[in-house]
């Protein structure tokens, strides 16, 4: 999926999704800011999914994640990690999220644990170590 895809397909896949009026230029933006502040919304929104016991919505809003880290696109990719699931590190049910990830998703989600505990210099270091 490209970059500039991203908050459409959001949308469409995820039409209980719902935001402020204030907030649609977000939405509708294609800069970074407006990006990252989607995927943040986007996680709360499965994070009260998953307080509220809907799990099918929160699998779904995994699996969308997944298809982001699947993407050829390398912003698209990045995104996925540095906006989405990074946007779990202080949620308190962190720790179960790892067994809901997909593949492509818990190599990324890793990474970003390992980062921010000071063991690799940047996320994604581990992946070019032979």
């Not at 986007?42 to 993407?71: A, P």
């Not at 999220?97 to 990474?111: A, C, H, P």
Request: charged letters at 30%; hydrophobic letters at 35%; aromatic letters at 16%.
């Amino acid at each position: 999926m490209k970059y500039n895809q991203v908050n459409d397909t959001l949308l469409i896949e995820f039409p209980n999704f719902i935001f402020d009026e204030d907030e649609r230029l977000y939405y509708v933006s294609e800069d970074s800011q407006g990006q990252y502040f989607v995927a943040a919304r986007f996680v709360d929104f499965l994070r009260d999914s998953y307080d509220k016991g809907d799990m099918d919505t929160y699998k779904k809003g995994l699996l969308f994640i997944e298809k982001l880290h699947l993407s050829s696109c390398t912003q698209t990719q990045e995104l996925a990690t540095i906006g989405y699931l990074e946007s779990f590190l202080d949620w308190d049910n962190r720790d179960k999220l790892i067994d809901d990830l997909g593949d492509e998703s818990k190599k990324w989600w890793t990474e970003l644990k390992l980062f921010w505990s000071g063991v690799v210099p940047y996320i994604g270091a581990t992946f070019n170590q032979t």
